[in-house]
């Protein structure tokens, strides 16, 4: 289900705006998860993405999906940049 919420929203993003700079706020929790995985597509659509990640948890599902925008080269940042 994390998988098709996130693509749900990357798909959302993407019908109402043209590629630009985005800053996803993800969470510890599900909803967070749902975050990485719309940064991931929305990555692949062309977005410049940055995630703000400031409650990581060490659940391995969180991890790969980081691991997995990490590996897109999606800065994942522990506070708002400035």
Known sequence: LMELAGLSVACAVQKQYTPCKL??????????????????????????????????TTKELYLNLLNQCRDLAIPVLEQLPD
Request: net charge positive; hydrophobic share 40%.
């Open 23 to 56: 800053c996803i706020v993800c969470g510890p929790g599900n909803n967070g998860g749902d975050g990485l995985v719309a940064a991931r597509h929305l990555c692949h659509f062309g977005f410049t993405v940055t995630i703000v990640y400031p409650k990581a």
